[in-house]
């Protein structure tokens, strides 16, 4: 993949805060932000919204064969992920101890992504863990 | 609006074709269409040429112009056009070359697709090919294409009870097909238990849940059906033309086991054509991983939604089944030159209409279907023939 520091540097609020938009005409929210809500168009009111970042995996994969910038991570866990607030993301699930399964709660972490080279930036951005919801400290099935 | 036929088509082999370039591949594809069709240059009004990535494949843009002067048309400075819509840019070029003769515009149009793939290594291939998903929103995280597809996978298994080894079936049946092929990549037959041993890629995927990376180009000549009919002793009408997009992401998509632009697609390919599914004697699908197939022929209206996998198992889309599909192979083992991949559908449905198709023929073949899928799902084609 090519990415240049502008490129990353422009979605930053996006990629470590998980920042996106919620339009307050229909209610629905959005990941990542949007310039026009496909419910209302022009018609929007979109405001900036800060996800809370738990979800529940929607689905998932384990990749074994990656492109060469994740070749290193192989295999990883890759889900897509259904937030609180509604919208659905793509992200990994971090953590060697459970394999993930549909339906499983997640909470965000801050991870390394990528990086370009030995000296170019480094990619951070957000990964996903299971949670373990304080109210029945046991993982959801 | 006019009704717009087939006339003449083209296909090379299908592969890795180290010893010939884009350009020969897409002179021999045209100069086939031409010769089959029995027309010369002077007659062609347009070209439309699909081709999703030859900037990242041979460092070429430009491939319209490409393509008329390699096929010798410079000198008659016909207008060519490159059409892109990733994995369905034949399909595109074909609607396009469709509206075209439709509205009047032009007569003789050719449609062509074509792509090389292999003179790059296999990590650049699929690094362009991954441009055809979200690259800020799923490649950025780590997302690779099998692994949009096994999450449909995953999520359709869950649901409906789809097992691998009924995903593993598709391939089975299309590299059956391929056999009969000649143009087809491979020429093997495989079993559930070869696809199932075949290394992880993106589970449940395998190796050989997957399409291959290929070249090749393909290449067909339309024109108004009332010409067509003095032209050709075998004109092939297009009765349907369906188009559809949606998101660029898999993520966003209003149900994960559904291709939406497949059945909005196909819904207004069915109403012009003024048919219903069943009618559809044999059927090319877009089936770059197994599952994708199984997806398509619910989408399509072929089964009831989440009995693909069970549908394949049961033979109902093999050679003699109720609806052939992929007889030429499919993606999954006559390969997948991504630009040229629409327009190979088209072929392979219009020799099957013809009665040109060889031992793979489905007797009496009235009716034909071809469906190509740009992406995950942000774009879908759906066209419809008869003889």
Not at chain 2, 67 to 84: K, N
């Amino acid at each position: 993949m090519t990415t240049q520091a502008p490129r990353f540097w422009r979605s930053i609020p996006q990629r470590y805060n998980l920042s996106g938009t919620h339009c307050t005409r229909c209610n629905e929210y959005f990941f990542p932000p949007r310039n026009l809500c496909p419910n209302c168009r022009r018609g929007a009111h979109l405001e900036e919204y800060t996800f809370g970042g738990t979800g529940t995996v929607v689905t998932f994969t384990t990749i074994y064969n990656a492109t060469e910038e994740f070749e290193r991570l192989t295999p990883y866990n890759l889900a897509i992920i259904q937030l609180d607030e509604g919208p659905k993301i793509t992200g990994q699930i971090v953590s060697s101890l459970t394999v993930p399964k549909i339906g499983m709660r997640v909470r965000p972490v801050f991870r390394i992504l990528g990086k370009e080279g030995d000296r170019g930036i480094i990619y951070y951005g957000t990964k996903f863990a299971p949670l373990i919801e304080p109210e029945n400290k046991e993982e959801k099935k | 609006m006019r009704s717009v036929s087939i006339i003449g088509v083209g296909c090379t082999k299908f592969g890795e074709r180290w010893d010939v370039s884009l350009r020969d591949m897409i002179a021999e594809a045209g100069v086939m269409a031409i010769e089959d069709a029995e027309i010369v240059g002077e007659q062609i009004d347009a070209l439309f040429v699909g081709n999703m990535s030859g900037g990242r494949f041979i460092e070429q843009e430009h491939i319209g112009a490409l393509s008329a002067d390699c096929a010798g048309l410079s000198r008659l400075h016909i207008p060519s056009t490159r059409v892109e819509a990733a994995c369905a840019s034949g399909g595109l070029a074909l609607r396009q070359a469709v509206m075209a003769v439709a509205s009047g515009y032009s007569d003789i149009v050719i449609a062509a697709g074509v792509e090389k793939m292999t003179d790059v290594s296999s990590g650049t291939a699929a690094d362009a090919l991954a441009a055809a998903a979200d690259r800020e929103w799923e490649c950025f995280f780590g997302a690779t294409f099998p692994a949009l597809y096994a999450m449909m996978a995953k999520l359709h298994m869950r649901r409906y009870g789809t097992t691998h080894d009924q995903m593993a079936a598709v391939a089975v049946k299309n590299h059956h097909h391929a056999c009969m092929n000649p143009i087809a990549q491979y020429h093997m037959e495989i079993t559930v238990e070869d696809v199932n041993k075949s290394p992880m890629v993106a589970d449940p995927l395998h190796v050989l849940d997957c399409s291959p990376i290929s070249d090749g180009a393909a290449a067909v000549v339309l024109a108004p059906t009332e010409i067509a009919k003095k032209l050709s002793e075998s004109p092939i009408r297009i009765i349907g033309s369906g188009q559809a997009s949606d998101t660029l992401a898999l993520h966003d998509r209003r149900d994960l086991t559904t291709l939406d632009a497949t059945v909005h697609a196909a819904r207004s390919a069915f109403a012009q054509a003024g048919i219903e599914p069943r009618k559809v004697d044999v059927a090319e699908v877009h089936d770059c991983f197994t599952v994708a197939e199984i997806l398509a022929i619910e989408d399509l209206g072929f089964v009831e939604k989440g009995l693909g996998g069970k549908a394949t198992e049961d033979g109902l889309t093999a050679l003699g089944g109720d609806i052939p599909i992929n007889t030429s192979g499919g993606l999954k083992a006559c390969g997948h030159p991504v630009g040229a991949t629409g327009i190979k559908k088209a072929y392979e449905i219009a020799l099957q209409l013809r009665g040109e198709a060889g031992k793979r023929q489905v007797d009496e073949a009235e009716i034909g279907l071809a469906h190509n899928v740009g992406g995950s799902g942000g774009t879908a084609l759906v066209h419809i023939f008869t003889r």
